[in-house]
């Protein structure tokens, strides 16, 4: 494998550090301090999460020559899932992000694990970035099955309302 200097991945676990902190700033921290801004916290925390895998699969892209095709898979699997995400949110007035038993701070943890990893055995990098994207990838799939099932539901159930509705009579004037 052609890599860059494998100590720059060093950098990236300071840098997932410093995401999660951030991460936290809006959201826990922000609810103990009584600060809470939820609408602008929630847009934020979704914008620096997209923010930081684009920079994440950059950094794979560029570190990984040879295979370049990961990053671009990464970054497929994590865009459909956030989109999933989102559109679960709209359908069901639900936000999750996890996926099964991880969340992203385990996703966090294992990623960092996996850089300090790859640093001692090269190609560990590019074996994760291709499981992790065809797991997320499956789960996607099967996401999005779901959110379509919940979407039809929703329809159902909001056209019963509609049905269930009735016009009052108009009250005769005297």
């Known amino acids: 494998l052609a890599v860059i200097n494998p100590f720059f991945l060093f950098l990236s ?14 959201g826990r921290i922000a609810y103990y301090r009584n600060t809470p801004r939820k609408w602008y916290g929630w847009s934020l925390d979704i914008n620096a999460d997209w923010v930081s895998i ?3 699969c950059l950094g794979v892209y560029i570190y990984l020559p040879a295979f370049k095709f990961l990053a671009i898979l ?13 559109l679960n949110y709209k359908v069901t007035d639900k936000y999750v992000i996890d996926k099964g038993m991880f969340g992203p701070t385990e996703a966090r943890i294992i990623l960092a694990v996996v850089f300090i990893i790859e640093v001692f055995i090269p190609g560990a990098l590019a074996t994760f970035t291709l499981l992790a994207s065809i ?34 009579a108009a009250v005769p004037t005297t």
């Not at 799939?141 to 509705?165: A, P």
């Open 74 to 86: 990464m970054v497929l699997a994590y865009g459909g899932a956030l989109i999933i995400s989102l």
């Open 54 to 56: 684009s920079l994440i």
């Open 13 to 26: 676990v300071g840098g997932l550090a410093v995401q999660w902190f951030g991460d936290s700033l809006d």
């Open 135 to 168: 797991i997320l990838m499956v789960t996607n799939s099967r996401d999005s099955i779901d959110v379509l099932h919940n979407g039809d539901q929703r329809d159902v159930y909001e056209k019963s309302l509609k049905k269930n509705v009735s016009i009052p």
